[in-house]
């Protein structure tokens, strides 16, 4: 059973910057695939980012790409989720994913899901 912490969410202006981590404990991280989602009020829960069980593989929606950036340190089982320019529509609870057969880009299938992180943006 793996469990999945996440930290850093919190208040932040339009065009500021967060990073979000993801700390993973109860399994072999390097065996897992990680994905960020979010999932804001009203709204369907959506694909964020991901990256491979070594990290050279990244994947992202077109809705963050060029302003996130994941990454992962498998020594300290944790993923990270740097994301800059923030606007309005980036508020949301973002849930830190782990998949061990494949890179998850839906919310499908997944093997363990956090607890999330809360993420406003103000206008």
């Known amino acids: 059973q793996v469990q999945l912490v996440e930290s850093g969410g919190g208040l932040v202006q339009a065009g500021g910057s967060l990073r979000l981590s993801c700390a993973a404990s109860?399994?072999?991280?390097?065996?897992?695939?990680m994905s960020w989602f979010r999932q804001a009020p009203g709204k369907e829960r959506e694909f964020v980012a991901a990256i491979s069980y070594g990290g050279d593989s990244t994947y992202y929606a077109d809705s963050v790409k060029g302003r996130c950036t994941i990454s992962r340190y498998n020594a300290k089982n944790t993923v990270y989720l740097q994301m800059n320019s923030l606007k309005p529509e980036d508020t949301a609870i973002y849930y830190c994913a782990a998949n061990r057969l494949f890179v998850a880009t839906t919310t499908q299938h997944i093997d363990y899901w956090g607890q999330g992180t809360q993420v406003t943006v103000l206008s």
């Open positions: 109860g399994g072999t991280f390097s065996s897992y695939a």
